[in-house]
């Protein structure tokens, strides 16, 4: 992908919201609770009813089937939810041994019952679970949470070098502004509905 | 050969009734109201229909046929309804749970006459109305199941749901387990009844007919008709009811619809 554009973005009492991203972009995005960044974030998968125009490079998102848009326009929700018995009936493809390694898992990681996943367990293996798709953009809800301050690490690593090998953008929630500061060119945070540039 | 019951004997069946009535109440068991409700209801609504039969035999007009046979698709889609601990806003219930009845019970008891049994005139309210009834009876139950069951676990399984659609799933791919179970419950009544009959109970119409001097052999024919179209209609309408609910659970961006379900009923 080029660019993700949102135009004049209006939902519940927020907006209008406008923003660009450019290819392997991260974007903060932070706000007090019930502010409307999740929210914002179900908007841009279209989860969510919504105004205004939001692109992606040529794509205006209303003219595509919305599930071949969630493919593109990945959202990975604060809590994930598994309904099989195991963790591999959720992936479409075999996952490599070399991207569970990376994210901090053995590979029987897969044979788990999902009964026994902690929920840092489930943000990350739900990452790899989402990035299956091969998405333009990712939309992050407090994706690390859950995570010790290893963990975080690599997640955070995982993700931006997801970016620049797939050339994707992602839009990253947090409470942490040293995380923002340390993984995003931007960060904005969201008051009254409105989004403030914080740098 | 075909011995008539009294008021009497009936009289003799309704203490029973009263009797379990006195002891649930006396357990405070909570039931003997509803039990006496419909004990009367059954009763009246039946002895009512014992007189509209005997003018319906005797009339056979069509349009007249037609009217009862509406009445009583439009109460067993009621019924549906009522069963349900969370409606489709407005007309939808009614429309989906009448329509299902429609195509369940109406069109395959008019296959049936025409075709199978072969009636003269088709209509002949003899077979025309009991056959129905049967249908309707039977089929009710299948889909009054499998709606609740779909609308409730949709509901109660959101998260999965649109956690399903985040991953890129269309909307009938993010249910289809959903679906798939509600088929289950609404069908497993007559899959039972089917594996049962005979060894377990004898069913109620078989048993009627014999009672009325019917050759047995005839009897078990009759029978076997009536269960090979209470399951095929059954699953008809459970299908068709599964179908437009799941796509009325949706809307055209493939989101969950939820503002479109009334709040839950006791």
């Known amino acids: 992908m080029n660019s993700f554009s949102i135009e004049n973005l209006q939902f519940l009492h927020c907006g209008p919201i406008d923003l660009q991203l450019k290819a ?21 998968a279209d989860l969510d009813e919504h105004k205004g125009i939001i692109q992606l490079d040529n794509i205006n998102q209303q ?22 018995d195991t963790v591999a009936e959720h ?35 739900g990452l790899l679970r989402l990035l299956q798709n091969k998405p333009d953009v990712l939309l992050l809800d407090e994706p690390t949470a859950n995570l010790d301050k290893h963990n975080t690490c690599l997640f955070e690593n ?19 502004h040293e995380q923002l500061q340390k993984i995003s060119q931007r960060e904005y945070k969201i008051e009254d509905g409105i989004l403030i540039n914080v740098y | 050969m075909f011995i008539e019951l009294s008021a009497f004997d009936l009289s003799l069946a309704a203490i029973l009734v009263l009797a379990l009535g006195m002891l649930s109440g006396y357990m405070r068991l909570g039931i003997t109201k509803q039990l006496y409700i419909a004990a009367a209801r059954t009763t009246l609504q039946l002895l009512l229909i014992g007189l509209v039969l005997k003018t319906l035999f005797a009339s056979s007009s069509i349009a007249f046929i037609m009217l009862i046979a509406s009445i ?27 329509g299902s009845l429609f195509v369940s019970s109406f069109l395959i008891t008019l296959l049936c006459l025409s075709v199978v049994i072969q009636a003269d005139p088709w209509y002949s309210p003899q077979y025309a109305i009991p056959l129905l009834g049967m249908l309707l009876g039977n089929t009710m139950t299948g889909i009054a199941l499998g709606m609740d069951r779909l609308i409730q676990n949709a509901w109660q399984q959101r998260p999965v749901i649109e956690q399903r659609l985040m991953l890129g799933q269309t909307a009938d791919e993010a249910v289809a387990d959903i679906r798939r179970e509600a088929m289950r419950a609404g069908m497993i009544p007559i899959i039972n009844s089917m594996a049962a009959a005979g060894l377990v109970s004898l069913p109620g119409m078989m048993t009627g007919q014999i009672l009325a001097g019917a050759a047995p052999v005839e009897a078990v024919k009759y029978q076997i008709l009536i269960m090979f179209m209470i399951s095929s209609g059954t699953g008809l309408g459970v299908i068709s009811v599964l179908w437009l609910i799941s796509k009325r659970l949706f809307d055209e961006r493939e989101r969950l619809c939820f503002k479109r379900l009334l709040k839950e009923n006791h």
């Not at chain 1, 991260?26 to 929210?39: Q, T």
């Not at chain 1, 902690?118 to 943000?123: F, L, N, V």
């Not at chain 1, 995982?158 to 947090?174: E, F, G, P, T």
């Not at chain 2, 009583?72 to 009448?98: C, D, H, N, P, Y």
């Open chain 2, 72 to 98: 009583m698709i439009s109460v067993a889609g009621w019924e549906i309804l009522s069963r349900q601990q969370r409606k489709l806003k407005g007309w939808w219930g009614f429309g989906i749970s009448t």
């Open chain 1, 24 to 44: 392997t972009e991260i974007i903060g995005l932070s706000g007090a609770s019930g502010s409307g960044k999740s929210r914002l974030l179900r908007a841009l």
């Open chain 1, 63 to 84: 003219t595509i089937a919305a599930h071949l848009w969630r493919q593109k326009v990945a959202l990975l929700s604060a809590e994930t939810s598994w309904w099989f």
């Open chain 1, 158 to 176: 995982y993700v931006m070098d997801y970016l620049r090998n797939q050339s994707a953008c992602a839009i990253w929630v947090s409470h942490d």
């Open chain 1, 91 to 125: 992936f479409t493809k075999q996952e490599s041994a070399e991207n569970l390694t990376a994210l901090g898992f053995a590979g029987d990681s897969l044979h788990w019952s999902v009964a026994r996943m902690s929920s840092g367990e489930k943000q990350r293996l």
